[in-house]
């Protein structure tokens, strides 16, 4: 037990790099043209719009945790209930890797399910690695991780709607501007 509690206090680099790499594929999965090419403007936007809401996810899921586990801050330290929460995100890689094969290596658009399928397995799995810290698990710590990953699976059914075409538009209006400098220097 005491090495568990050892394991779940350790976030490495990696770890944190698998889970920023995860919503980054998730944000290309989702946002990027279903062109064979990828442009990479294109591909650029839809990292960026992953990873604000997969930033916005965390900070959420962690701050709710966090509340309802301040005495943990003053059994191990200040950091430990964010650590163990973020250790429970690393599990949203294996769905952005499935979602990345399925969409542009089968054609087919399996985003919206597997993103909220992995909302709910990564806050899940949050609240596992705090209630392992303790000697007692809380059944707090499943609620908060369910009503938090329930609310922002919603969030993404309507942000990927809106946001699918943010990049388009960017873009467009990127080569617009592009243009219309190119040829008001020429003159």
Request: proline share 3%.
């Amino acid at each position: 037990m005491i090495a568990l509690r050892e394991n779940v206090l350790k976030f490495s680099r990696s770890k944190g790099l698998i889970k920023t790499l995860s919503f980054a594929i998730f944000g290309l999965v989702a946002f990027s043209k279903p062109a064979r090419e990828i442009d990479p403007l294109n591909a650029l936007l839809s990292f960026s719009m992953g990873l604000f809401f997969g930033g916005f996810y965390q900070l959420f899921l962690v701050g709710f945790i966090k509340l309802f586990n301040r005495d943990l801050k003053q059994k191990y330290d200040k950091k430990a209930v964010k650590r163990a929460a973020q250790n429970g995100l690393v599990y949203f890689f294996p769905f952005a890797v499935v979602s990345f094969v399925a969409r542009f290596f089968l054609g087919w658009s399996l985003v919206t399910p597997l993103f909220s399928s992995a909302l709910v397995v990564c806050a899940f799995a949050a609240a596992n690695s705090v209630n392992s810290l303790r000697e007692k698990p809380k059944v707090a710590n499943t609620i908060v991780a369910f009503v938090v990953s329930s609310i922002f699976a919603v969030l993404w059914i309507y942000y990927s709607a809106f946001a699918a075409r943010l990049p388009l538009y960017a873009e467009g209006g990127i080569k617009l501007l592009y243009v219309f400098l190119t040829n008001f220097f020429k003159t």
